[in-house]
């Protein structure tokens, strides 16, 4: 009963959070390009109930930001302006999964006044809209992308462990050959073929076909190693004295028994492949500005002076510590389920 | 590819190992260094007129890879050239602190009246780093050298003149002489920077054609031999080479102390900008130079109580620049590109696009406020050269869209900009994803175009990829790129702004110029080559200068100030803005 809550509280956070991340226009309150070009590198904005004079307001507020170089973070807080935040207010147009438009926003403040929940870039663009635009390629693609390797895994696993000899031999070198392919020259390639502007669309079946099709080896040996063993096991030869035949055992006996190994690679590579985003950004392969992605918000943490005097470029990637633990837990807990209904 | 390391060797094109202000020329009978014999000529020495400073310590300075090599004549690359410099002496010098000509090597020189000859005097009693003397044979050895078509030295484009190269020969001892084949303007600073090499060591090699391998990084103290004030003491692969004091060395200061005062030199190879600052910030390195404003930012915090100074120079030499492809894409297979050129061409376009650029939102945002916005190419920090009269206009949209619509376009309901074949405008601006500046230039830029409604597209990809696409393919639409002139004249720019030269970025290596304007500014560079009056020369090259900001081929947006810093122990360090941005005067440091 405890696991099985444990489950659904871990299976509610990442639906929250990817609903958060599918509904970014409504969630996020500025467009992922808008440029504030007097508030770069600005600090959070912190949301106010008490005023300058002490009284409690019902609605919570923002104070305005104003430049002022002789400030360590550059900015000062200018207690004259108030901006009380209005809730579900229109605001700049965005689309949903471009099926449906709108100018709803969950929150929003009136201009002049900025509010920057997670501070802002070097462009003065809020991070979080960001972080959520970003999250909808990069989420889509890490997943889509585990997804096609482990899916090329299995079958050419299944194939080498279940049939065995010649077969087996060539999948497994083949296999070995793609881990020893030297990838980066091979990508740089790539990218000098394809043309100089990459389209969103394709820079994302790019991403997704890249990274699969390079990290199917790994999760490939691993299953070929469950099937080996599955097949020997005595319900699979007694199934096979019945006269089952090959593609039923495959089906009904063999590969069951290797979903645990193939949830846990999914929850494992998927972090893996969003991270491999800020090096394919880095070769060209990746977006291009403005739109975001995880990866190319991380990115400016490689700079030194990023990281010691503007902390809260740091929140996006602590914001997925919790959401990347919930993937493991999931996929340890449904491995759970799954052996027990399997015995 | 092949043309960079010609530019690189321009932007290089510059050494260590000097003093400030005027010298004065002294010859008494000083003794001898440890270790000469007392029968040994009389040292010439270069009296330099720096505040005297105390002999001891060392300083511990950060390079961003391991030098290639030692070898002065192949190095191109900066860490090679940052070590050669203290170890190597030039015959004329261009003084970092004023950026005019100084004696060096060569005590005095004079021109011959059609500006054709130069005959240069040695200094007397001048000793190599091993005590073996230098005298005019390898004046003549290393200049040899550096023409030789076999060695291919980086150099050798800018020591031909009028098509041939430069004649060198021994008239005695202690006098060589110099004959180009045509006038050239301030010919005296191209020998800044051509280290002499020693004959006596490196004479075999180079008879048997093995040059190439002369120097390498594993070269042991024995086998080499300088005229700069340090020489080789130890290199630790991966680690750190380390230079000592050259007891040999020809300068000395008022007091009679024979120069450098530092006991060693120590470089460590550290591999990226952030660990640089890092180790400078924590005290492990002395000296810290070419490092971005961001760091200027984080290290000013900590500039008081780590006892460190930072100095903000002001603008350098360095412009960045956006610039569309010029180039006859006939023949290339690049029909869309071709297309989008017809925009590219038409100059209102490219005002257009200058008129609505944000640079002061460069110099803010990319720059924290460390640069200054430019509408040519020749920045502020070039005083000499840099024309007063080129316009400086605010951004205007408005004044944008009024070219824009003088030029046929026009927008749709949407607000995209049309062109008058009802082609939206969409390009895409190439820029390299190792440098960060640019890449931001490029966003910024990206976003203020989307104001006059056209659709661009920043695409960041490795260095070398850029430089062939720019170079040699041609297969990009627009860059934002930069330049740093290699001095504080324009000869070393020739090959940016001739139709012909190499680096001509928008439209390189052209048979014959394309366009009028560039016939025009080839006629100008030709004419300022030749012409030996400085107001004359500058009128010429104000000329071009003009003409650029009318046709726009570059679009110039900022220039980075130089930034360097120093613990507050090193005395006597004045950064310069032309490179060597803060060694250069190393012999004359010293620990406090």
């Not at chain 1, 870039?121 to 979080?128: E, I, K, T």
């Not at chain 2, 550290?270 to 404003?293: C, K, M, P, Y």
């Not at chain 2, 990206?446 to 056209?454: I, K, R």
């Given at each position: ?43 959070p ?50 689309e949903?999964?471009g ?13 002049p ?37 482990v899916?090329?895994?299995?079958a ?13 031999d060539?999948?497994?070198?083949g ?52 099937v080996?063993?599955a ?25 069951p ?58 929140i ?13 837990s ?14 | ?63 961003r ?75 003549v ?18 020591l ?9 020969e ?57 005229l ?41 190879f ?24 961001e760091?200027f ?33 006939s ?34 945002l990319?720059?924290g ?22 316009p ?6 408005d004044?944008?869209r ?43 830029i ?9 659709n ?10 850029v ?5 040699n ?85 900022v ?34």
């Open positions: 009963m405890k696991r099985r809550r444990k489950l659904w509280i871990t299976l509610g956070f990442l639906a929250a959070f990817h609903l958060a991340v599918l509904f970014a226009g409504f969630f996020a309150p500025y467009n992922f390009a808008t440029q504030n070009r007097e508030f770069p590198f600005a600090p904005t912190r949301v106010h109930f008490v005023d300058a004079q002490g009284n409690f307001r019902l609605r919570p507020f923002v104070y305005g930001l104003q430049n002022d170089s002789s400030a360590l973070s550059g900015f000062t807080t200018d207690f004259g302006r108030v901006y009380p935040i209005h809730f579900l207010a229109s605001g700049a147009r965005y949903v999964a099926i449906f438009s709108s100018s709803l926003h969950l929150f929003e403040v009136d201009s006044g900025r509010i920057f929940l997670l501070g802002s870039d070097g462009y003065g663009r809020d991070q979080l809209s960001r972080f959520l635009y970003g999250g909808q390629l990069s989420l889509l693609a890490g997943l889509l992308a585990a997804a096609l390797s899916g090329i895994g299995i050419i696993g299944a194939l080498a462990g279940f049939y065995g000899g010649w077969i087996d060539v999948l497994m070198r296999a070995e050959l793609f881990l020893a392919l030297p990838w980066l020259y091979l990508l740089l390639a790539v990218r000098s073929a394809l043309p100089l502007h990459v389209s969103e669309w394709q820079v994302f079946l790019l991403l997704i076909c890249a990274i699969g099709l390079i990290g199917w080896s790994r999760p490939g040996r691993l299953i070929r190693g469950a080996l063993s097949k020997e096991r005595n319900f699979v030869v007694a199934a096979r004295g019945f006269g089952a035949s090959n593609l039923f055992l495959l089906r009904r006996h063999v590969l028994q290797t979903y645990g190994i193939i949830l846990t690679q999914l929850a494992l590579l998927a972090p893996q492949y969003i991270l491999a985003e800020v090096t394919l950004t880095f070769l060209g392969l990746g977006v291009g500005e403005p739109m975001p992605s995880w990866g190319s918000l991380f990115a400016p943490l490689q700079q030194y002076a990023v990281l010691v005097s503007d902390w809260w470029m740091f996006p990637a602590v914001i997925l510590v919790p959401v990347f633990l919930a993937y493991y999931a996929a340890d807990t449904l491995q759970e389920r799954l052996k027990s209904v399997a015995l | 590819m092949r043309s960079f390391p010609r530019f690189a060797a321009a932007l290089l094109y510059v050494a260590a190992a000097v003093l400030c202000a005027a010298s004065v020329v002294r010859a008494d009978g000083l003794t001898g260094p440890p270790g000469a014999s007392s029968t040994a000529n009389e040292e010439d020495f270069l009296v330099t007129n720096n505040h005297p400073g105390h002999e001891g310590g060392q300083i511990v300075v950060a390079l890879s391991e030098p290639k090599t030692l070898n002065p004549v192949l190095a191109t690359d900066i860490s090679s050239r940052d070590v050669i410099r203290c170890l190597t002496a030039d015959l004329i010098h261009i003084n970092r602190g004023t950026l005019k000509t100084e004696p060096s090597l060569a005590e005095s020189w004079k021109l011959s009246p059609d500006g054709r000859v130069y005959t240069l005097k040695l200094r007397r009693g001048v000793r190599f780093s091993d005590g073996q003397p230098f005298t005019a044979d390898d004046v050895f290393s200049f040899h050298v550096y023409l030789d078509p076999k060695v291919n030295a980086p150099q050798r484009d800018l031909i003149v009028g098509g041939k190269p430069i004649g060198v021994k008239i005695d001892e202690d006098t060589v002489r110099f004959t180009l084949a045509e006038p050239y303007a301030a010919a005296e600073r191209l020998f800044d920077s051509v280290a002499m090499l020693p004959r006596h060591l490196l004479e075999n090699e180079y008879n048997a054609g093995k040059f190439d391998q002369v120097w390498p990084l594993t070269t042991t103290p024995a086998q080499f031999a300088g700069g004030p340090f020489r080789l003491k130890e290199y630790v692969p991966g680690v750190r080479i380390v230079l000592e004091r050259n007891p040999y060395y020809w300068k000395e200061d008022r007091a009679g102390t024979r120069l450098p005062y530092l006991d060693r030199v120590v470089f460590l550290v591999d990226s900008e952030d660990a640089q600052v890092i180790r400078f910030q924590s005290g492990d390195t002395d000296v810290l130079s070419r490092f971005n404003a760091d930012r984080v290290l000013q915090q900590t500039a008081a109580t780590r006892h460190y100074r930072l100095y903000d120079l002001g603008p350098g030499l360095e412009f960045n620049f956006l610039f569309f492809n010029l180039n006859d894409l023949s290339r297979g690049l029909p869309e590109i071709a297309a989008k050129q017809a925009w590219f061409r038409d100059v209102r376009f490219r005002q257009a696009v200058s008129a609505a650029v944000d640079r002061e939102a460069i110099v803010r990319v720059y406020g460390r640069a200054t916005p430019i509408w040519g190419p020749v920045t502020p920090g070039d005083k000499l050269w840099t024309d007063d009269k080129i400086h206009p605010a951004r205007s949209l004044s944008a009024q070219l824009l619509k003088s030029a046929g376009f026009s927008w749709n309901g949407a607000g995209a900009l049309i062109d008058p074949h009802g082609k939206p405008v969409e390009f895409s601006i190439l820029t390299t994803s190792s440098n960060v500046q640019r890449s931001k230039i490029a966003t910024l990206q976003d203020d175009l989307s104001q006059l409604g056209m661009v597209h920043v695409v960041p990809l490795e260095f070398r990829a430089v062939d696409r720019l170079l393919t041609h297969n990009y639409e627009a860059a934002v790129m930069g330049l740093a002139n290699g001095d504080t004249d324009p000869n070393p720019e020739m090959n940016v702004w001739l139709s012909s030269g190499s680096t001509h970025l928008w439209h390189p290596g052209q048979q014959k110029p394309a366009t009028a304007w560039e016939a025009e500014i080839d006629r100008l560079m030709e004419q300022q080559l030749v012409t030996m009056n400085y107001a004359k020369r500058k009128e010429l090259y104000d000329r071009v200068q003009e003409i650029l900001y009318r046709q726009m081929p570059l679009i110039c947006l220039s980075p100030d130089v930034l360097a810093g120093a613990k507050d122990n090193v005395a006597d360090f004045h950064p310069a803005i032309l490179d060597p941005y803060a060694l250069w005067n190393v012999e004359q440091l010293y620990v406090r």
